[in-house]
Nanobody, 116 residues
Framework: QVQVVESGGGLVQPGGSLRLSCAAS????????LGWYRQAPGKQRDLVAA???????NYVDSVKGRFTISRDNAKNTVYLQMNSLKPEDTAVYYC??????????WGQGTQVTVSS
């Protein structure tokens, strides 16, 4: 079964850290581009960070220097290390694995809440 499953979300205080994980199955993980997206209530889903099959990374400006995306092809897992979290980072975070417009897999999302 083709799927990606996120984990690691939760409630954290401002300035804190979380690490999200996304485990993939049913795909040739190493050839897929991977991304983390987030969607806050009433807003559209936006890209946060992405990593290509060759390891090139890209970040939205608002998280540069605070978030790090990485992948472990041996474990079929992509991570998002989030440091110095802010209340505006609160959202549901989604993992995406994409090879092309047909092979495009989304997870169910994990809630991240940054609040004191």
């Amino acid at each position: 079964q083709v799927q990606v499953v996120e984990s690691g979300g939760g409630l954290v205080q401002p300035g804190g850290s979380l690490r999200l994980s996304c485990a993939a199955s049913g795909i040739t993980f190493r050839i897929y581009a991977l991304g983390w997206y987030r969607q806050a209530p009433g807003k559209q889903r936006d890209l946060v960070a992405a990593i290509t099959s060759s390891g090139t990374t890209n970040y939205v400006d608002s998280v540069k220097g605070r978030f790090t995306i990485s992948r472990d092809n041996a474990k079929n897992t992509v991570y998002l290390q989030m440091n110095s979290l802010k209340p505006e980072d609160t959202a549901v975070y989604y993992c995406n694995a994409r090879l092309n417009s047909v092979r495009d897999v989304w997870g169910q999302g994990t809630q991240v809440t940054v609040s004191s």
